[in-house]
């Protein structure tokens, strides 16, 4: 069997005359932690938009376990930038969502939700609402959501780019310990260099419009990664390196 969970084979999008992504081919790994990274604008949320179908590719696929990805199908989890609780609905009930739209047994689904639940230290919030809850409790219950249907693949899209340095740090370290916990596909989108060489397995660096790639590059850093630290500095001024396009 393939570790092979996604495939984008000659990804390509136009608006109009306007080419956006012109040619993308890359895959990534089962369990793996891909940071994509690129000049502002140059359409890191366009592709990540082909590959939840909120738009049609001009030409090109892309596969999810082999297959062209199809939600109805495959279990795809997105955290978008803003957050996406719903205010009418307990913490609990927010996490729970997904899986009471697909009908999971309540046994099965209160199981995976008192996981996750521990897992972001969300345990005393459990019957709150959203209103009373601070940006990074919000933030949690947002990914455990995500995580909570066990996904296919998980899509983050900027997630942490309204929060403080500290916030994000630590999010980011929650993330780090789940992903490790749970294995999960994840491709994360992000413009700040330090944030993906904080978290990545593997660092994506995409060209600007018309979007195609530089580099896929491993990141060696082991975990947990120190951001003052020679090693990290130097990584980091490598991926700022190729980001430059002029």
Not at 121 to 131: H, M, T
Not at 216 to 224: E, G, I, K, Q, T
């Amino acid at each position: 069997m393939s570790d092979v969970k996604v495939k984008v084979q000659n990804l390509t999008k136009k608006f109009g005359d306007l080419l956006v992504l012109n040619d993308v081919s890359f895959e990534v790994k089962k369990g793996q932690f891909l940071c994509v990274v690129g000049p502002t604008g140059c359409g890191k949320t366009t592709f990540l938009n082909c590959l939840t179908k909120l738009y049609e590719p001009t030409s090109g696929e892309i596969l999810l376990d082999g297959e062209p990805v199809d939600l109805k199908k495959h279990n795809v989890s997105y955290i978008f930038q803003e957050y996406s609780s719903m205010p009418w609905l307990t913490v609990e009930q927010n996490i729970s969502f997904g899986l009471d739209i697909k009908k999971v047994p309540k046994d099965k689904a209160r199981q995976s939700v008192d996981e996750v639940i521990k897992l972001v230290g969300l345990e005393k919030f459990r019957n709150y609402y959203p209103n009373q809850l601070s940006a990074s409790m919000l933030q949690r219950v947002v990914i455990a959501r995500a995580f909570v249907t066990n996904p296919d693949l998980l899509l983050m899209d900027e997630p942490y780019g309204q929060l403080d340095i500290e916030l994000r740090f630590k999010l980011e370290d929650e993330l780090l310990n789940i992903w490790k916990k749970l294995g999960t596909t994840i491709i994360f989108i992000t413009h700040n260099i330090e944030e993906a060489v904080y978290i990545s397995e593997d660092i994506l660096v995409l060209t600007n419009k018309p979007t195609g790639i530089k580099t896929m590059m491993h990141n060696p850093l082991p975990l947990p990664r120190n951001v003052t630290s020679r090693e990290f500095i130097e990584v980091r001024e490598q991926v700022t390196d190729l980001i430059k396009w002029w």
